[in-house]
């Protein structure tokens, strides 16, 4: 079995130590760094399938981490901090992190998270070597432009196909609205909230059975929106 190397960037040492523990009983290879300057140093030199990063580091904030990380690199990072405003988790998001925990925090949780992030870097690996994509009755072909559900061709606008492919190719994630806007509209647009919201209204019409109660497009309320992809349906 090829283990993983995680990377906990902790300074609360008792924290530091429950995790390492868990890693070791669940087989999973780890180094630690408890500051920012450590933590990038460590990073560049042993590359490691995802990071865990508390947000309150000696010296400094975890988010501007979290954004030199994302400049060079997409691997899985999970915040995991005592902050629980909706405001430092939206701006975690932002920063790059895919996922956010909060302490106290339940370790069958994190371990299930860490999974889920690991599983998505493969399958995003594997992606990238293919232009067909499958999100349960949805099908997207890069090539073409097309997506399909339930086999017939969606009529989409431009910005349409680029929200949903741009929903599809990220499922089960939670994206924050300025993300979202960044990434399928550019710069500029980030604030222009009334936009999301009415594209993703008009695409729940084309693509729910019930725009009303989405099995699709999730709003995660006050952050953004997650596309639910259930692999076993």
């Known amino acids: 079995m090829n ?11 008792s924290v530091k130590k429950l995790l390492e523990i868990t890693f070791k009983e669940y087989e999973f290879d780890y180094i ?44 899985p990072i999970i915040v995991l901090t005592a902050r629980h405003d909706e405001k430092e988790i939206v701006a975690a998001l932002d920063a790059g992190a895919d996922d956010y925990i909060t302490k106290p925090f339940s370790v069958n949780e994190l ?12 399958n995003n690996i594997n992606d990238e070597m293919t232009s067909k ?19 017939e ?18 499922t089960n994630k939670t994206l924050t609205h300025k993300q979202i806007l960044q990434e399928v509209w550019g710069t500029g647009y980030q604030n222009e909230m009334q936009y999301l919201r009415t594209y993703v209204n008009t695409l729940r019409k084309k693509i729910e059975e019930n725009s009303t109660r989405p099995k ?18």
Request: aromatic share 10%; proline share 2%; glycine share 4%.
């Open 216 to 233: 699709y497009i999730k709003t995660e309320s006050g952050i953004g929106y997650r596309f639910s992809y259930n692999q076993d349906s």
């Open 111 to 122: 371990l299930a998270r860490i999974r889920a992030n690991l599983r998505r870097k493969i």
């Open 32 to 75: 630690s760094s408890e500051s920012k300057k450590n933590a990038l140093m460590m990073f560049l030199s042993h590359n490691p399938d995802l990071l865990i990063v508390d947000l309150g580091l000696s010296d400094g904030d975890g988010k501007d981490l979290i954004k030199q990380i994302r400049e060079i690199s997409k691997l």
């Open 153 to 170: 061709k969606l009529k989409l606008t431009p910005i349409e196909y680029e929200l949903l492919k741009y929903f599809m190719l990220h």
């Open 3 to 13: 283990k993983y190397l995680i990377h906990i960037i902790e300074d609360d040492l």
């Open 133 to 151: 994509f499958i999100c349960n009755e949805l099908e997207l072909d890069i090539t073409s432009r097309d997506i399909f559900l339930r086999s």
